[in-house]
């Protein structure tokens, strides 16, 4: 921490060969928020190079006690979250899924009369993955930060610079909403998702009522 | 335990959060429940997938350029390691810090905000609203700010336009100078000059394109001299040069008084060339010269990259609807269409980079 805040002190008087260590030191780190975020090499890349420059801009109000990965990170959270950039277009239902033996057609089965299968472990992460693409984008950065790149809730906390149990109550309200949309997709598409086989047996009104006090 | 209350507990139990107690409780609800041991096979699922479908992802072998070069385009400085466009402007300021006392802190400071200026803190007298510029002779201090819109609007908004139209011509006597947009804060963001309000989304799609500005395919350098005196008073000495450079028709640039509390003054002047020698006599008198350095840097290079730049910027501009999008194509069309004003107005001049100290 202290070579970098030597790093940081000398970007901040203006040596660019500094700021372009610091770079190096975190492109991956933030490269790598930047894809999970938004899903795809390209706007990936351009939001690290983005937060990068920024941050490079921002310099002066930054304060040596803080840590620059968090404020980096904080950065990129926020240009993520408010610059609304086209999105590309998200994953229709005919991506092939891949095993490892190859990318095979998905087939849905019939929702009419036909017994509804239940998913398998990569098609599960498939609806996942595009589920966490459609939920809102504060929703979906907590649950990055969170089970993506492992963040403890402190940590979260810093990078959103907001109390704990706001970070928590985030988090649950993320979970719910990926689940919800999760469903929502997999009864699009007459798939059942795993540990949902018994819907039918829960006390009435209690999954409702859990959701809406969380 | 109801479903209702291990509901509750799934978030706390995902973080492994729950009491002994309370865990073996939920368990046993579980071992009982089918419904809630469902759900919370699909909580656990729906983790799991989130976490398994990370992927080790480092950023391209060129990234670190690619950060480098956005931020020189939005500078005018490469801020290379072999050095760039000022390089010879940091060497001479490193120069005269190893030779003065002065702070480091403070005087790389002010090398961090160097050209960035977008309007200057001393200003010779504006012009009349309505009277056109000379073209001869180039606004002096004025920050060239183009027109947002081409002037069929017929108010005349209070930026002190001139009557001429920004048809884009290359001579940037054409161009309206707009007001300090309170750029003294030490930023180094630089942001467009104002416009006329646009209060709805649905004028500016009613808004034709903004003639970008012409320049002019030539090689170019820029001629400068770095002056650092040591005075009795920085704030006095700064005034006589003010005064100086006043009149000799010199446009100045005061740069921000860096907050490191050592008295240290830069200012940025430019001249007419076939003065350049009288100017810099006239100031290196003011003072003891500590150190001078005399420089010529060929722009040609980073100008006609910022030019490709700006071009492909235009054309994206041309082809964007999203408000937002244009927004931010639009802040960086004005930051590169400063810079390559600024660079061709330089260009023509003779800058002489003036450090005070005390």
Redesign the interface.
């Known amino acids: 921490m202290d070579d970098v805040n030597k790093l940081v002190r000398r970007a901040?008087?203006?040596?660019?060969?500094a700021?372009?260590e610091l770079?190096?030191r975190y492109?991956?780190k933030?490269?790598?928020l930047g894809?999970?975020l938004a899903g795809n090499?390209a706007d990936?890349?351009d939001l690290?190079?983005e937060a990068?420059?920024k941050a490079?801009?921002a310099?002066?109000s930054f304060r040596l006690e803080a840590d620059f990965g968090t404020w980096l990170h904080r950065i990129t959270v926020n240009l993520w979250i408010n610059?609304?950039?086209?999105e590309r277009p998200v994953v229709s239902l005919d991506e092939p899924v891949k095993t490892d033996e190859g990318e095979i057609q998905r087939e849905l089965p019939g929702t009419a009369d036909g017994p509804q299968e239940v998913l398998e472990q990569k098609e599960?992460?498939w609806f996942?993955?595009r589920a966490?693409r459609q939920i809102s984008r504060e929703h979906r950065v907590v649950?990055v930060l969170r089970?993506?790149?492992?963040y403890s809730y402190e940590e979260i906390a810093r990078v959103l610079d907001c109390s704990l149990g706001t970070v928590?109550s985030r988090?649950?309200r993320a979970?719910i909403a990926?689940?919800e949309k999760?469903c929502s997709l997999a009864d699009e598409a007459g798939v059942v998702?795993?540990?949902?086989?018994?819907?039918?047996?829960?006390?009435p009104g209690?999954?409702a009522?859990?959701?809406r006090?969380? | 335990m109801k479903c209702l209350d291990a509901r509750q507990l799934f978030p706390a139990h995902l973080d492994g959060e729950l009491a002994p107690n309370e865990a073996l409780a939920f368990e046993a609800h579980l071992a009982a429940c089918t419904a809630c041991a469902g759900e919370w096979r699909l909580e656990q699922a729906l983790g799991t997938a989130l976490r398994e479908s990370v992927e080790p992802v480092a950023a391209p072998a060129d990234f670190a350029q690619g950060v480098l070069a956005a931020i020189g385009a939005q500078r005018g400085v490469q801020p290379t390691e072999s050095g760039g466009l000022f390089a010879g402007w940091r060497r001479g300021l490193a120069a005269a810090a190893a030779l003065a006392v002065i702070s480091t802190a403070s005087l790389g400071y002010a090398s961090l905000h160097l050209f960035n200026r977008l309007g200057p803190a001393v200003v010779q007298k504006p012009p009349e609203v309505n009277e056109p510029l000379p073209p001869t002779t180039p606004e002096p201090g004025m920050p060239v700010a183009p027109q947002g819109e081409p002037s069929g609007g017929a108010d005349a908004p209070d930026v002190g336009e001139s009557n001429a139209p920004d048809t884009g011509a290359g001579s940037t006597s054409n161009v309206a100078p707009a007001p300090n947009s309170g750029a003294n804060t030490g930023k180094t963001t630089v942001t467009p000059p104002p416009r006329p309000e646009r209060t709805n989304n649905t004028q500016i799609a009613a808004v034709p394109d903004r003639e970008p500005a012409v320049f002019l395919n030539k090689p170019r350098s820029i001629e400068s001299t770095l002056l650092n005196l040591k005075v009795n008073n920085v704030v006095q000495a700064r005034e006589q040069a003010i005064r100086v450079a006043g009149e000799m028709g010199a446009g100045i640039y005061v740069q921000d008084v860096p907050s490191g509390g050592a008295q240290v003054e830069v200012l940025e002047i430019n001249v007419d060339p076939a003065q350049a020698g009288t100017f810099t006599s006239r100031l290196a008198s003011l003072g003891q010269v500590v150190h001078r350095q005399d420089d010529r840097m060929d722009i040609t290079r980073q100008f006609e990259e910022t030019l490709e730049d700006y071009q492909a910027l235009i054309a994206r501009r041309n082809r964007e609807s999203n408000p937002q999008e244009l927004a931010v194509l639009e802040n960086l069309i004005a930051s590169k269409e400063q810079q390559l004003l600024k660079w061709d107005r330089d260009a023509e001049r003779y800058t002489v980079m003036l450090v005070l100290q005390q």
């Open positions: 901040q008087r203006g040596d660019a060969d700021y372009a770079v190096r492109q991956d933030i490269y790598g894809y999970h090499h990936a890349e690290a190079q990068f420059v490079y801009y310099l002066g610059v609304r950039r086209r599960f992460q996942v993955r966490l649950l089970e993506m790149q492992g928590k988090i649950s979970r990926l689940k999760a998702l795993p540990g949902r086989e018994y819907q039918n047996d829960v006390e209690a999954a009522e859990a959701g006090r969380a």
